[in-house]
C-alpha cells in the first residue's frame, strides 16, 4: 500500500515537471519555426512549417499530443537534427552516464578513506589541513575548478587536450581516459562535501556510551571505527551520496559544457538556443525521472535500515 | 571484512582508470592526406536545400554543386552543367549538362534530377517540403524545360520578366530526385563524398575519385565542431585542428610558430542597424549624427589589428565592381559634427537607446563595446543587450521590434541579394528603411541587360542608402585563418566557402 501510494505521488511530480516545461517553452520568446527557417524566410514559408509542426494548435491539444506520444515511448523528433529524439538521447546518454559513473567511483575512492582517517585522527595536523582544504575545495565552483583543470593538467601538464573529447563509440579507452578529467572536477567538491559529512557522523558516534563498551572489550581503534563507528554513520552519507548521484547521473551541464562533451547536459544547452522543442522536453522528463525515482530509491533503503 | 574488499576494489579499479588514461593520451594515428578543420557551429542540416546557417553551406560546398559554381574571383564557372548562355533579353537562361557527372551514390546525373533540384529550390514541385529554403528570387521563374539533341542534355530556365543576376542564384545544389536519406546520408556531386555525421561532434568527408573535375588532393576531411572559439582554440594549442577559419587578432599573434596565418575578409555588411521608424532614428538628423560619431578606423584597430575593409552602404567590397567605394567616406568620423546635427534634431544632450546584440557573435558584441564607448564622447548613450540567436530572429528580424542591432548580413553572389533588405515594404526590410529613388533605382538595376548601366545604378542605389544614413555600415571583418604549416593552397571566396579540394600537402 506505502509503495503504490509512494509510486503515485513520485507519478504526480513527473507529471507536473513535463506541463511546467510545456508551459515555460511556451513563455520564451523566440518560435521554433522562425529559428528553424533562419532570415530567408517569407512569412508563408514560415506559416507552413508552423502547421506541419503542429504549433498553429492550441497549447493544450498540442501537450495532449506529446503526452499521448511520450507514454508510448514515441518522442517525436529533433527539429535541428531532423532525427528522432529517441535515437539522439541513446547517443548522447552513455557519455553522461560514463561520466557520472566515473566521478562517483572517485567520489567514493577519495572521500572514504580521507573521512575514516580525519576520523581515526581528529585534531591532529592531518585532520586539520584535511578540514582547511575541504573547506576550499567546497568554495570552489565547478566550473572554475573545471578550467583549472583545463589549464593547468591540461595545457600545462599536457596530461590531456581540452576540447578533444572523443565519443564512447570511437574508443572507450580515449573517452575514459579524457572523462577522468571532468570526472576530478566534478568529484574534488563532492568528495569534500562527502569527507565533512562522514568525518562530523564518525565524531557524532563516538561520544556514544556503546564505544567505551567496545573500547572496554580490548578493541583497537581502527576496529572500533570500522566495525562500529562506520556503520552508524553510513546511514546519513548514503543518503547524502544519493543526493549527488542523482545529481551527476542528470548531467553535469556546466562541466560537459566546460570540458566539451557530447552528453545529456551540453544537448539540453544547445537545444534550449535553437528551440528544439522535443528534445527539451525529453530531457527534462530523463532528469526529473533520475532525480525522483533515485531519490525514492535512497528514502526507502534508509527507512530499512531505521527500522 | 567486506567493507576492506570493497575498498580493494574501488583501489583497483582506479588504477584500471589511470593506467586506461596513460594509453589514451598517446595520440591518435592520422591517416595520412587527412586534414582536420574546426568549425564553431553544429550543422543545422544536412540536406543542402534545407540548410540555413553559413556555418552549415560552408561545410556542405564541398558535398555539393550546382548547375554553375563561384570560383575564388566571384566569377560563375560551369559545374555541372558545361556551358550555359544567357538570352539578350534577359529572359532565357540555357545551360547545356556534362555528361559525365555521377552523384556520389554512383548514379548518373540526369535532367529530371536537374529539374527536380531547380523546382525544388524555387518552390515549384507540387508537394513542397515546408523545411525547403525557397530562394525567393526564384520566384521569377515561369517554367523549367529540358531537351536532348544529340547526346546533349539542354536545360532551358524561362523567366517572367528579364533578370541577368539569376546565375547568381542559380548555384543551388543539384541532388538526385528519387533518393530520401538527404537529410542523414548526403548524396550530392561535389569534390568530396559523405562518410558520417556525429551531432555536437564532427562530420566526415572523403575524397570523391570519380569526381569529373580536378579531384581533391586530401583523401579524407574531418569536420571538428568545438563549443566555442574558444574551445576551439584549446585544440589548436594542441595541434588537434589543422585549419581554423575564425581566429581573433589576439589568438593570431599566439600560434605563428605552428601554424600559418592567411588573412582574407568575411563576405559580410557588419552595420549597427538602426530601425527607421522608431524614435529618435525616424530622423534622418539623427542617424547622420550617429555615423558621424562611430569611429570605424578604430574598430577595425581595436578588433582586427587594422585588417578588414571599411564600408559606407549595403553593399560589401567583395563584390568587386559592385562595391561603391565613394560611400565609404560620405561619413568620416567627426565627433563635433555629429553634436551640431544632434542639436539640430532636438537632441543637445544626446539621447539615450538600446542595442540588441545576439550574444553568441562574440565578434559583433565586442564591436557594439567599443561603439558605446564612441557614442558615449557626444552624448549618446548605447546600452547593450545580449539576446539569443532564437530571440533575435523573431523578435528583430521577423516583427521589426527592436531600436537598434549589430549584426552581419551575407549575400548570394548578386547584388540584388545584398539589397534585398532595403527595398520598401518587404518583409526582410527589418530596419523600416523607406526611400522611393532607392525602390526605383533597384528595380530598374535588376531588370536592365546592359552590363554598364547595371553597375551605374547599382552605384546610385548604395549611395541613396549612404545619403540617407538608413544605418550605420561598418565594414567587412577580417578573417583570419589558422592553416598548420604542413598544408599548401588554403583559398579564400567572396562568399562564406571552406573548399577542402584545393588543400594539399606539399612533397618535403
Given at each position: ?307 | ?135 525567393a ?28 543576376e ?103 555588411v557588419?552595420g549597427l542597424f538602426l530601425n527607421n521608424k522608431v524614435k529618435p532614428f525616424d530622423s534622418k538628423e539623427v542617424r547622420q549624427a550617429v555615423n558621424y ?18 564600408i559606407g552602404s549595403g553593399v560589401y567590397?567583395?563584390f568587386?565592381?559592385y562595391f561603391n567605394?565613394n560611400c565609404v567616406n560620405t561619413y ?9 546635427l544632434?542639436?539640430?534634431a ?51 528580424y521577423?516583427?521589426h521590434?527592436f531600436e537598434a542591432t549589430?549584426?552581419?548580413l551575407?549575400s548570394?553572389?548578386a547584388p540584388s541579394d545584398i539589397l534585398k533588405y532595403y527595398i520598401g515594404g518587404s518583409k526582410k526590410n527589418f530596419i523600416n528603411y523607406e526611400s522611393e529613388d532607392f525602390d526605383t533605382v533597384y528595380k530598374a538595376a535588376v531588370a536592365t541587360?546592359?552590363?554598364?548601366k547595371k553597375k551605374e545604378l547599382y552605384m546610385k542605389a548604395q549611395q541613396y542608402l549612404a545619403d540617407d544614413a538608413a544605418s550605420v555600415f561598418i ?34
Amino acid at each position: 500500500m506505502k509503495a503504490v501510494k509512494k509510486g503515485l505521488s513520485m507519478l504526480a511530480a513527473i507529471l507536473v515537471l513535463s506541463f511546467v516545461t510545456f508551459l515555460a517553452f511556451e513563455i520564451l520568446p523566440g518560435d521554433a519555426a522562425v529559428t528553424k527557417l533562419g532570415t530567408n524566410a517569407t512569412p508563408e514559408q514560415i506559416e507552413a512549417l508552423r502547421e506541419e509542426m503542429g504549433l498553429n494548435d492550441p497549447f493544450l491539444v498540442r501537450y495532449g499530443r506529446w503526452m499521448g506520444g511520450a507514454c508510448t515511448g514515441d518522442f517525436g523528433m529533433s527539429n535541428r537534427y531532423g532525427r528522432p529524439v529517441s535515437e539522439l538521447f541513446l547517443q548522447m546518454l552513455p557519455n553522461t552516464l560514463l561520466l557520472a559513473g566515473l566521478s562517483f567511483l572517485l567520489i567514493l575512492i577519495i572521500a572514504f578513506p580521507v573521512g575514516l582517517l580525519c576520523g581515526r585522527y581528529p585534531g591532529s595536523i592531518g585532520d586539520r589541513t584535511g578540514v582547511f582544504l575541504n573547506q576550499t575545495l567546497m568554495a570552489i565552483p565547478s566550473f572554475f575548478l573545471g578550467i583549472l583543470i583545463s589549464v593547468v593538467l591540461g595545457l600545462g601538464l599536457k596530461l590531456f587536450t581540452p576540447g578533444a573529447f572523443v565519443p564512447y563509440d570511437q574508443g572507450l579507452g580515449a573517452c575514459l581516459s579524457y572523462l577522468f578529467f571532468p570526472a576530478l572536477a566534478i568529484a574534488l567538491p563532492k568528495a569534500a562535501m562527502t569527507i565533512r559529512f562522514l568525518r562530523s557522523a564518525l565524531l557524532g558516534e563516538r561520544r556514544k556510551e556503546y564505544v567505551r563498551t567496545a573500547r572496554s572489550k580490548g578493541l583497537g581503534e581502527w576496529e572500533v571505527l570500522v566495525k562500529h563507528l562506520l556503520p552508524n554513520a553510513l546511514a546519513a552519507t548514503v543518503t547524502f551520496l544519493g543526493v549527488i548521484l542523482s545529481e551527476i547521473v542528470a548531467g553535469s551541464i556546466v562541466i560537459e559544457q566546460v570540458f566539451g562533451i557530447n552528453g545529456i547536459g551540453r544537448l539540453l544547452v544547445s537545444s534550449v538556443a535553437n528551440r528544439d522543442f522535443n528534445v527539451v522536453q525529453a530531457l527534462v522528463l530523463y532528469i526529473g525521472i533520475v532525480v525522483i525515482v533515485l531519490n525514492g530509491v535512497i528514502e526507502s533503503l534508509v527507512q530499512k535500515e531505521g527500522e | 571484512m567486506k567493507k576492506i574488499s570493497i575498498l580493494a576494489l574501488l583501489g583497483l579499479l582506479s588504477v584500471a582508470v589511470l593506467s586506461g588514461c596513460k594509453d589514451g593520451t598517446k595520440k591518435k594515428e592520422k591517416l595520412e592526406g587527412s586534414v582536420v578543420v574546426g568549425i564553431t557551429q553544429d550543422l543545422d542540416s544536412l540536406d543542402p536545400h534545407k540548410a540555413v546557417a553559413a556555418g552549415t553551406k560552408e561545410v556542405l560546398y564541398n558535398l555539393f554543386e550546382g548547375l554553375v559554381k563561384p570560383d575564388q574571383d566571384g566569377n560563375l564557372v560551369p559545374a555541372v552543367a558545361e556551358s550555359y548562355q544567357i538570352s539578350e533579353d534577359g529572359k532565357t537562361y540555357s545551360f547545356v549538362l556534362r555528361k559525365d557527372v555521377k552523384f556520389h551514390n554512383g548514379k548518373t546525373v540526369t535532367a529530371e534530377d536537374v529539374l527536380y533540384s531547380l523546382k525544388r529550390c524555387a518552390g515549384m514541385l507540387e508537394t513542397s517540403d515546408p523545411e525547403v529554403q525557397v530562394v525567393a528570387a526564384l520566384s521569377v521563374i515561369s517554367d523549367i524545360t529540358a531537351s536532348t539533341e544529340n547526346g546533349a542534355t539542354t536545360i532551358q530556365v524561362n523567366l517572367k520578366e528579364a533578370n541577368t543576376e539569376l546565375i547568381g542564384y542559380l548555384t543551388c545544389s543539384i541532388i538526385p530526385c528519387d533518393y530520401a536519406d538527404q537529410k542523414t546520408k548526403p548524396v550530392g556531386t561535389g569534390p568530396f563524398r559523405f562518410v558520417s555525421y556525429t551531432p555536437m561532434s564532427s562530420l566526415v568527408m572523403e575524397k570523391n575519385e570519380e569526381y569529373y573535375g580536378k579531384k581533391a588532393s586530401l583523401k579524407q576531411v574531418t569536420f571538428s565542431i568545438s563549443e566555442s572559439t574558444d574551445a576551439a582554440f584549446l585544440k589548436l594549442q594542441a595541434q588537434e585542428i589543422d585549419v581554423f577559419p575564425y581566429l581573433t587578432s589576439d589568438q593570431a599573434a599566439q600560434l605563428q610558430d605552428k601554424y600559418n596565418i592567411e588573412v582574407g575578409e568575411m563576405s559580410l555588411v557588419q552595420g549597427l542597424f538602426l530601425n527607421n521608424k522608431v524614435k529618435p532614428f525616424d530622423s534622418k538628423e539623427v542617424r547622420q549624427a550617429v555615423n558621424y560619431a562611430v569611429n570605424k578606423d578604430e574598430i577595425l584597430t581595436m578588433l582586427n589589428d587594422g585588417k578588414g575593409k571599411k564600408i559606407g552602404s549595403g553593399v560589401y567590397a567583395g563584390f568587386g565592381a559592385y562595391f561603391n567605394e565613394n560611400c565609404v567616406n560620405t561619413y568620416s568620423y567627426d565627433p563635433e559634427k555629429a553634436k551640431e546635427l544632434l542639436a539640430k534634431a532636438g537632441y543637445p544632450n544626446g539621447f539615450a537607446f538600446t542595442c540588441v546584440v545576439p550574444s553568441n557573435y562574440t565578434y559583433h558584441v565586442q564591436t557594439a563595446e567599443v561603439i558605446a564607448a564612441q557614442l558615449k564622447k557626444v552624448g549618446i548613450t548605447m546600452n547593450i543587450q545580449l539576446i539569443e540567436w532564437a530571440s533575435w530572429l523573431s523578435d528583430v528580424y521577423a516583427a521589426h521590434d527592436f531600436e537598434a542591432t549589430i549584426i552581419g548580413l551575407d549575400s548570394q553572389l548578386a547584388p540584388s541579394d545584398i539589397l534585398k533588405y532595403y527595398i520598401g515594404g518587404s518583409k526582410k526590410n527589418f530596419i523600416n528603411y523607406e526611400s522611393e529613388d532607392f525602390d526605383t533605382v533597384y528595380k530598374a538595376a535588376v531588370a536592365t541587360t546592359d552590363t554598364a548601366k547595371k553597375k551605374e545604378l547599382y552605384m546610385k542605389a548604395q549611395q541613396y542608402l549612404a545619403d540617407d544614413a538608413a544605418s550605420v555600415f561598418i565594414q567587412s571583418p577580417s578573417l583570419m585563418v589558422a592553416v598548420s604549416k604542413a598544408y599548401t593552397g588554403y583559398t579564400f571566396y567572396p562568399i562564406y566557402v571552406q573548399d577542402m579540394s584545393t588543400l594539399y600537402i606539399p612533397e618535403r
